[in-house]
């Protein structure tokens, strides 16, 4: 699970969720899904035939780069979807129903990916920022089966 | 004046001081093959290299040994390739992987202490690695094209890798490098690595270190390693030598260091014997000395054309070797001319040769053969091949060579048909 903060703050391109907090509580969380799911409904995007990851914005590098990381099928169908959904626009038209999205298409395909890129950059910022202490101190400390004993040859 | 007296007492002096260096050999450590050397190397690093039997020789798809070499210390379940890389730099330690036509090597160089450490991630890597696919995308196949752009780039390397799949066509044959052409995937990498990893494929090779410490981590290292025990997985097939002619030409734009090239080489389908590297010495082609052409037949050659070179190689393996000259001349009628020359001075290699010059030859070899094992690399590509033969390390003795047995081990050589490469400017080079 996430720290506070970022579920608070947001995770990078993610936007804040206190989803993984209630996943953890199954009466909470079957409370939560009823609310979660009209929303998810009446929000509009599942009737333009998107998935609620193609509504992440793209235009930051992290996503960019998880970008690169689809599938050749997931990143055709990820196009597919945009123009058409961006046709429906146009014309101030939804598909009809058939088309829409339904709940078990309704997949988040980018946002481990995305989560993947954040978590490797907060890692190369740690190692660029940490500080080495007292290597020398626990390496004459640490005795492996390597090391000869004192006393012995 | 030196005294070829002096050869014999040499002789067995390097014997003794390579049997105090070797110190013992653990032969199964779960199933892994390990030799120590304790007094090798300087006094304050020790490396341990990993011996894997996963060369280009044995590879289903195309490239795809290379691309897993290149997947060396990337994301296994120790952590991520970033954190491999920063911790070694905190150790102050070296991770490097090479490919040769049979084996990979793993190998990991450190300060005295860090045994335990260094020794962790090359199992990891055996045993671990996770072969994402961004990680083959972003990380490995930019490698992989820039060495397979640096290996076209060099006559050299183009024309040995082309005589490799002329000579053997398939096995040793295929190429060293991936190719643009036929691209690896990720599943590619992991059904190979998955047959290579095996740990009948592995051997543990490692210098200034306690052995029998080491075989102890090894085994229980690997104890829990992978699944398969006997079996290695990967597609071993008998070796026979083809010959041909090959005639590539040397792009209008390559850079200037790129001379054209000719390789004449001949390949036989038993291991190296000592006639065959005597034989490689006595053609010679590289001086001792500087500013001197040096005595060789070649060399001599070569000398005649300001700029050229021919040098005779010998690439043993473990049950064939290819053995031949490496023609290179500024300007490609230079080269046709220094190619026809060379030409007759191999078929008359061996035949025409007096005493003194065999046993010069002898002395160059012997000589060779004993600072092989000087430098790591060198040490490794030695014990390598033989920890797989099962055999124990031991410097070739070449007593048993005489002008006869050179002479008849060059005409058995020059009977089978020519491996012939051309790079350069095809319209002026010269024909089998």
Redesign the interface.
Same mark, same amino acid.
């Given at each position: 699970m996430p720290s506070l903060t970022k579920m608070i703050f947001g995770n990078g391109p993610l936007g804040p969720s206190l989803a993984p907090w209630i996943r953890q509580r199954p009466g909470l969380q079957k409370y939560w899904a009823r609310w979660s799911n009209f929303y998810k409904n009446a929000a509009g995007y599942r009737q333009k035939g998107y998935l609620y990851d193609d509504l992440i914005v793209e235009e930051t590098p992290q996503v960019q780069k998880a970008l690169q990381r689809l599938s050749p099928q997931q990143r055709y169908d990820r196009v597919f979807r945009m123009r058409r959904g961006i046709q429906q626009s146009m014309g101030h038209k939804k598909l009809p129903k058939e088309q829409w999205t339904t709940p078990e298409q309704d997949v988040r395909y980018l946002t481990p990916l995305i989560e993947q890129v954040v978590a490797e950059e907060a890692e190369r910022a740690e190692w660029d920022y940490m500080t080495v202490e007292k290597i020398q101190q626990k390496r004459a400390e640490k005795r492996n089966i390597f090391s000869k004993r004192e006393g012995t040859h | 004046m030196y005294s070829l007296a002096k050869l014999p007492r040499g002789q067995s002096a390097l014997k003794t001081a390579l049997r105090r260096s070797v110190s013992s050999k653990a032969s199964s450590a779960g199933g892994v093959s390990v030799i120590g050397f304790e007094n090798k190397g300087p006094a304050a690093t020790s490396s341990l290299t990993v011996a894997i039997k996963a060369g280009s020789r044995f590879e289903s798809t195309p490239g795809v040994a290379h691309v897993l070499k290149n997947f060396a210390f990337k994301a296994t379940a120790n952590g991520?390739s970033? =954190?491999t890389a920063?911790e070694t730099e905190?150790y102050g330690g070296v991770l490097s992987s090479a490919l040769s036509r049979e084996h990979i090597f793993l190998t990991a160089e450190f300060l005295r $202490?860090? !045994? !335990?450490h260094f020794l962790s991630v090359l199992t990891s890597v055996l045993s671990s690695s996770h072969f994402y $696919?961004?990680e083959l =995308? !972003?990380l490995v196949l930019p490698v992989v094209q820039s060495e397979a752009i640096a290996a076209q780039s060099s006559p050299t390397t183009l024309a040995l890798d082309a005589a490799h799949k002329l000579a053997f066509r398939k096995g040793l044959g295929n190429s060293l490098y991936a190719s643009p052409h036929y691209p690896v995937t990720i599943d590619d990498v992991k059904s190979y690595a998955q047959g290579a990893f095996s740990k009948s494929n592995v051997a543990v090779i490692g210098s200034g270190?306690?052995t029998e410490?080491?075989s102890?981590?090894v085994s229980s290292a690997f104890g829990s390693g992978s699944s398969q025990p006997g079996s290695s997985g990967l597609n071993t097939s008998k070796t026979s030598y083809y010959g041909g002619e090959a005639r590539i030409p040397l792009d209008i734009h390559a850079p200037p260091t790129a001379l054209p090239t000719l390789v004449i080489a001949y390949g036989t389908t038993s291991p190296a014997t000592p006639e065959l590297k005597v034989l490689k010495q006595l053609l010679g082609g590289e001086s001792s000395l500087k500013w001197t052409p040096g005595t060789s037949p070649l060399a001599q050659a070569a000398d005649k054309v300001p700029g050229g070179s021919a040098k005779a190689f010998l690439l043993p393996y473990s049950d064939a070797a290819l053995f031949g000259v490496v023609i290179s001349a500024p300007t490609s009628p230079q080269l046709a001319g220094l190619a026809k020359e060379v030409a007759q001075i191999i078929k008359s290699a061996g035949s025409a040769a007096k005493d003194e010059e065999i046993k010069r030859a002898v002395a160059k070899a012997t000589f060779a053969d004993a600072t092989a094992s000087e430098t790591l690399e060198g040490l490794i590509a030695n014990v390598g091949p033989a920890l797989f033969a099962g055999g124990e390390v031991k410097s070739e003795s070449f007593s048993g060579v005489s002008a006869s047995s050179v002479s008849k081990a060059a005409s058995e050589l020059l009977k089978a048909k020519p491996t012939v490469v051309a790079v350069g400017n095809v319209n002026v080079l010269p024909y089998a």
């Amino acid at each position: 699970m996430p720290s506070l903060t970022k579920m608070i703050f947001g995770n990078g391109p993610l936007g804040p969720s206190l989803a993984p907090w209630i996943r953890q509580r199954p009466g909470l969380q079957k409370y939560w899904a009823r609310w979660s799911n009209f929303y998810k409904n009446a929000a509009g995007y599942r009737q333009k035939g998107y998935l609620y990851d193609d509504l992440i914005v793209e235009e930051t590098p992290q996503v960019q780069k998880a970008l690169q990381r689809l599938s050749p099928q997931q990143r055709y169908d990820r196009v597919f979807r945009m123009r058409r959904g961006i046709q429906q626009s146009m014309g101030h038209k939804k598909l009809p129903k058939e088309q829409w999205t339904t709940p078990e298409q309704d997949v988040r395909y980018l946002t481990p990916l995305i989560e993947q890129v954040v978590a490797e950059e907060a890692e190369r910022a740690e190692w660029d920022y940490m500080t080495v202490e007292k290597i020398q101190q626990k390496r004459a400390e640490k005795r492996n089966i390597f090391s000869k004993r004192e006393g012995t040859h | 004046m030196y005294s070829l007296a002096k050869l014999p007492r040499g002789q067995s002096a390097l014997k003794t001081a390579l049997r105090r260096s070797v110190s013992s050999k653990a032969s199964s450590a779960g199933g892994v093959s390990v030799i120590g050397f304790e007094n090798k190397g300087p006094a304050a690093t020790s490396s341990l290299t990993v011996a894997i039997k996963a060369g280009s020789r044995f590879e289903s798809t195309p490239g795809v040994a290379h691309v897993l070499k290149n997947f060396a210390f990337k994301a296994t379940a120790n952590g991520s390739s970033l =954190k491999t890389a920063r911790e070694t730099e905190l150790y102050g330690g070296v991770l490097s992987s090479a490919l040769s036509r049979e084996h990979i090597f793993l190998t990991a160089e450190f300060l005295r $202490g860090d !045994e !335990e450490h260094f020794l962790s991630v090359l199992t990891s890597v055996l045993s671990s690695s996770h072969f994402y $696919g961004h990680e083959l =995308k !972003e990380l490995v196949l930019p490698v992989v094209q820039s060495e397979a752009i640096a290996a076209q780039s060099s006559p050299t390397t183009l024309a040995l890798d082309a005589a490799h799949k002329l000579a053997f066509r398939k096995g040793l044959g295929n190429s060293l490098y991936a190719s643009p052409h036929y691209p690896v995937t990720i599943d590619d990498v992991k059904s190979y690595a998955q047959g290579a990893f095996s740990k009948s494929n592995v051997a543990v090779i490692g210098s200034g270190i306690s052995t029998e410490s080491l075989s102890q981590v090894v085994s229980s290292a690997f104890g829990s390693g992978s699944s398969q025990p006997g079996s290695s997985g990967l597609n071993t097939s008998k070796t026979s030598y083809y010959g041909g002619e090959a005639r590539i030409p040397l792009d209008i734009h390559a850079p200037p260091t790129a001379l054209p090239t000719l390789v004449i080489a001949y390949g036989t389908t038993s291991p190296a014997t000592p006639e065959l590297k005597v034989l490689k010495q006595l053609l010679g082609g590289e001086s001792s000395l500087k500013w001197t052409p040096g005595t060789s037949p070649l060399a001599q050659a070569a000398d005649k054309v300001p700029g050229g070179s021919a040098k005779a190689f010998l690439l043993p393996y473990s049950d064939a070797a290819l053995f031949g000259v490496v023609i290179s001349a500024p300007t490609s009628p230079q080269l046709a001319g220094l190619a026809k020359e060379v030409a007759q001075i191999i078929k008359s290699a061996g035949s025409a040769a007096k005493d003194e010059e065999i046993k010069r030859a002898v002395a160059k070899a012997t000589f060779a053969d004993a600072t092989a094992s000087e430098t790591l690399e060198g040490l490794i590509a030695n014990v390598g091949p033989a920890l797989f033969a099962g055999g124990e390390v031991k410097s070739e003795s070449f007593s048993g060579v005489s002008a006869s047995s050179v002479s008849k081990a060059a005409s058995e050589l020059l009977k089978a048909k020519p491996t012939v490469v051309a790079v350069g400017n095809v319209n002026v080079l010269p024909y089998a």
